[in-house]
């Protein structure tokens, strides 16, 4: 006997958002590579959970918890509607940092600014004003500023 799942088209058609959302969250649970993967797709999207719970911006396959709602207004997400899952959904997504009011949007130039990060190369990076510059030796991060920071994957 087959499961039915919905009466009548309408309804079925109502669930389908949620239900590809559902698998887009499947899948960036076990990527190993986010930023490019298909959680791509939905990249800019709100999310949350029901009542007062935290709002996070989806972006690269990982979740930002958006601090203040005056970051949303800041960086053009104030149309936006948040989309509402499940906790278990939103715990399964791999978390990023925390947005501050004044924070920029992750994944950007600027958000990256002053910070090491590995390139698509494989090879380490530190970004400054917006741009890459290569560390030849590692000797150089032990003896600088960076070297209690971990770097940061994909830009």
Known sequence: MPLVIATNSATALGW???VVLGLWLSLCAYSQTPASSVCSLWDDTLIGTT???PVYLLRG???????NVNWIKRNG???KPVQI???SEVAAIPSG????EQAPIPGT????DEKLVIGPDGKIY???EGERHWILSARWIAESRYAHQVPHTGI
């Open 97 to 100: 940092y925390d947005l501050a």
């Open 51 to 53: 009542g007062d719970s």
């Open 77 to 79: 997400y104030g149309g």
């Open 61 to 67: 396959g990982r979740k930002y918890h958006i601090q």
């Open 16 to 18: 389908l958002p949620y």
């Open 126 to 128: 530190v970004v400054t």
């Open 109 to 112: 130039p600027a958000a990256m």
């Open 85 to 87: 899952l499940k906790p």
